[in-house]
């Protein structure tokens, strides 16, 4: 899968993925897609919400080992 920019928020404890996801989105243009890895549990669910109320679209998302990994095309 193909991504304009990766965020790196590895170790990070929600809500800091979260943070730092908007943060990456507003840098981007619209179509983009932002590549997200994580090891939060809890970032599936909330970057899937998160994305789904600010308009974008979670395209993919993959389990490598205990690293999420997600992708969001900015709406």
Do not use: R, Y
Request: net charge neutral; with cysteine.
């Amino acid at each position: 899968m193909n991504s304009d920019k990766v965020l790196d928020a590895k170790g990070l404890a929600c809500p800091m993925p979260i943070v730092k996801t908007k943060k990456a989105m507003n840098e981007l243009e619209s179509g983009q897609v932002l590549e997200i890895h994580a090891t939060d549990k809890g970032a599936k669910a909330d970057l899937t919400a998160w994305a789904k109320s600010g308009g974008h679209d979670l395209v993919n998302h993959a389990e490598e080992g205990d690293v999420l990994k997600f992708w969001i095309k900015k709406g």
